[in-house]
């Protein structure tokens, strides 16, 4: 991280969800699944950690635990509006520089995903967003319309490019390397300032994919290529079962 980055971490919960109802406060191994994700994003010690509440019972439970929550007007219409909202009530000073956006359903968060996630900057300084990707090494995942590729421009050697387009199809086609995009997002203030004041573009509702509105209307967003395991977000029951059993296990080697 550069001095000249003073990150915050935001991460956005309302508990309507219609696969896994209730998801922030649901149960993994005695603590709600919003403590377990702020618990490990605190672990990445990069700056205040802050829950953007969309609902009076997830901010008690995050203040209960001692955390830090900011309670937001329910009908906002995306996790990146929640964000912003929590952002103006707890530093309207804008000391903060760059925002970290951690949804509240990964549980199994590596908090040094956080920290890669702010590499781009180091680069490219004025950059708008940074995110991460994996390269595809199952090909079954090419062909998954949930496993969202990025057309990457990365040059030879270096493990940061500029996002050129994100899909739920291959992109580019032909020979790979192909890259899964990681749902994590690093915004500069200026531009997380933008963002929330964009009108959708016809790109982001064919794909279904929010970022599209940032590249139609000619933000740059940079991918740092990280390797390992892909974060997954809890959505189901059987994703629940398998956060489980990933915390599960890690604490018994802890």
């Known amino acids: ?37 702020w618990e490990r994003a605190l672990q990445a010690h990069l700056g205040p950690v802050i829950v953007a509440c969309g609902d009076q019972e997830i901010y008690e439970v995050v203040m209960g635990f001692g955390g830090m929550a900011i309670l937001t007007d329910p009908l906002l219409p995306s996790g990146s509006d929640r964000v912003k909202a929590a952002v103006d009530i707890f530093d309207p000073q804008g000391i903060y520089s760059h925002i970290i956006n951690v949804q509240g359903d990964v549980p199994t968060l ?10 781009p900057f180091l680069i490219a300084p004025n950059l708008d967003i940074a ?10 995942e090419l062909a998954d319309p949930n496993v969202v590729k990025i057309a990457l421009g990365l040059e030879a050697g270096s493990d940061i490019g500029r996002a050129l387009y994100f ?28 963002y929330v004041t964009l009108p959708v573009h016809p790109l ?10 940032a590249l139609a209307h000619g933000m740059t967003i940079h991918v740092k290529v990280i390797s390992g395991e892909v974060l997954f977000g809890v ?10 059993a990933i915390l599960d296990k890690k604490l018994k080697f802890e």
Do not use: F
């Open 167 to 194: 899909s739920r199809n291959v992109v580019p086609s032909g020979e790979g390397p192909h890259y899964h995009h990681v749902g994590l997002y690093a915004y500069s203030r200026k531009a997380l300032n933008r």
């Open 110 to 119: 590596d908090p040094e995903l956080l920290r890669a996630c702010l590499d």
């Open 131 to 140: 995110t991460l990707a994996t390269e595809i090494q199952e090909t079954d």
């Open 235 to 244: 959505d189901t029951q059987s994703d629940l079962d398998r956060a489980i």
């Open 204 to 213: 982001e509702s064919h794909e279904r994919l929010e970022q599209l509105r």
């Open 1 to 37: 991280m550069s001095l000249m980055q003073t990150p915050l971490i935001v991460i956005p919960a309302r508990l309507a969800a219609t696969r896994l109802p209730n998801k922030p406060l649901a149960d993994i191994l005695g603590k709600p699944m919003i403590i377990h994700v």
